[in-house]
T-cell receptor, first 113, second 116 residues
Framework: GENVEQHPSTLSVQEGDSAVIKCTYS??????FPWYKQELGKRPQLIID?????GEKKDQRIAVTLNKTAKHFSLHITETQPEDSAVYFC????????????FGTGTRLLVSP | ETGVTQTPRHLVMGMTNKKSLKCEQH?????MYWYKQSAKKPLELMFV???????ENNSVPSRFSPECPNSSHLFLHLHTLQPEDSALYLC???????????????FGPGTRLLVL
């Protein structure tokens, strides 16, 4: 089955710096890669996703890149703000007739003012 | 609260108790999911329902029993749980994925479960 690894487990940056979180996946059939943000005590919320027919996607300060050959994808946050502090999860999924997301272990991002 | 709701938000139960978790989605979706979130572990998919039919049971112990009476409601019945079952249980919903498409999953706030 699919296995997703995520690094780093914790990341501390100064406000205004960039943050990069990396994930690798094992199954080349995976074709959908969402990123979720989970603030303390709150539900995971989708912040961006990418499908395997696209190499990069950007939404304001957030971007995701996908390298299908190497089977890794990354989340890039620019101009970080304290409200970006949260746990970020990557996930991978393939078409199997139903949607089975396999999640990474999460990255705790701390943005210091 | 709109979107995906879950009740109760917190639950403490003994190992011999029977309880149920409830999830309701107001998004018009037709697929629903149960996940378990434990400390320092990835979110683990437990069950998937598409159009009220269970399509995945991810090797979950029988002390967890799901029920999906319609596309808007999902239950997780709990009985004779163990302390290691203590976790945050999250419900999610989405449109049912097509043959070549994947759909965004929207999560509920979760039920924080403590088994004593």
């Amino acid at each position: 089955g699919e296995n997703v690894e995520q690094h780093p487990s914790t990341l501390s940056v100064q406000e205004g710096d960039s943050a990069v979180i990396k994930c690798t996946y094992s199954d080349s059939a995976s074709n959908y890669f969402p990123w979720y943000k989970q603030e303390l005590g709150k539900r995971p919320q989708l912040i961006i996703d990418i499908r395997s027919n696209v190499g990069e996607k950007k939404d304001q300060r957030i971007a995701v890149t996908l390298n299908k050959t190497a089977k890794h994808f990354s989340l890039h946050i620019t101009e970080t703000q304290p409200e970006d502090s949260a746990v970020y999860f990557c996930a991978a999924s393939m078409n199997t007739g139903f949607q089975k997301l396999v999640f990474g272990t999460g990255t705790r991002l701390l943005v210091s003012p | 609260e709109t979107g995906v709701t879950q009740t109760p938000r917190h639950l403490v139960m003994g190992m011999t108790n029977k309880k149920s978790l409830k999830c309701e989605q107001h998004l018009g979706h037709n697929a629903m999911y149960w996940y378990k979130q434990s400390a320092k572990k990835p979110l683990e998919l437990m069950f998937v329902y598409n159009f009220k039919e269970q399509t995945e049971n991810n090797s979950v112990p029988s002390r967890f029993s799901p029920e999906c009476p319609n596309s808007s409601h999902l239950f997780l019945h709990l009985h004779t749980l163990q302390p290691e079952d203590s976790a945050l249980y999250l419900c999610a919903s989405s449109q049912a994925p097509g043959r070549t498409t994947q759909e965004t999953q929207y999560f509920g706030p979760g039920t924080r479960l403590l088994v004593l």
